[in-house]
């Protein structure tokens, strides 16, 4: 896609901090980082979002985020990490290229992780339902 930056730095036509590369998959250090090493991991052929990505892109790019995660925890001494998708606007996705965020975490470092609610009385039974239902039915998002 000619407007999207992450096309743009595969192409070479914007410069990036790249940490790896193959055939299928670009690596590169994130430019308004959580902590130093946060690495985006994104399939080379363009899809927007996770649900719009094909089940190969998606299988090439999990496959080498154990590789990445591992060597970012090197590189920055991390006692952890974090491997998240944003998913659409409301999920906080910026950028229309489907990308995992690779996170390091260093005890103490502040970064907190989403909070918690509990389901009201038979909330859950009918939202497990509704998704069992769709998963059956093989519905989609429209």
């Known amino acids: ?13 914007i410069p990036s901090e790249k940490v790896y590369e193959d055939e299928h ?3 590169f250090l994130d430019i308004a980082p ?8 994104i399939p080379k052929t363009h899809s927007s979002d996770f649900l719009d990505t094909t089940e190969s892109s998606l299988i090439v790019v999990v496959k080498v985020l154990p590789k990445i995660a591992k ?5 920055v001494g991390a006692d952890g990490f974090n491997i ?4 659409g606007a409301a999920a906080g996705q910026i ?3 489907m990308h995992f965020h690779v996170i390091p975490r260093l005890s103490g470092d502040g970064y ?3 909070g918690h ?17 769709s998963v059956e039915n093989s519905r989609t998002i429209n």
Do not use: Q
């Open 95 to 97: 950028v229309p290229h």
């Open 84 to 87: 998240g998708v944003n998913n």
């Open 1 to 13: 896609m000619s407007d999207c930056i992450f096309c743009k730095i595969i192409a070479g036509e």
């Open 117 to 133: 609610r509990k389901y009201g009385e038979g909330e859950a039974l009918k939202i497990a339902e509704r998704i069992r239902t």
């Open 112 to 114: 907190k992780s989403w």
């Open 34 to 41: 959580v902590n130093p090493g946060h690495t985006l991991v």
């Open 25 to 27: 998959v670009l690596a």
């Open 71 to 75: 060597a970012i925890m090197w590189a």
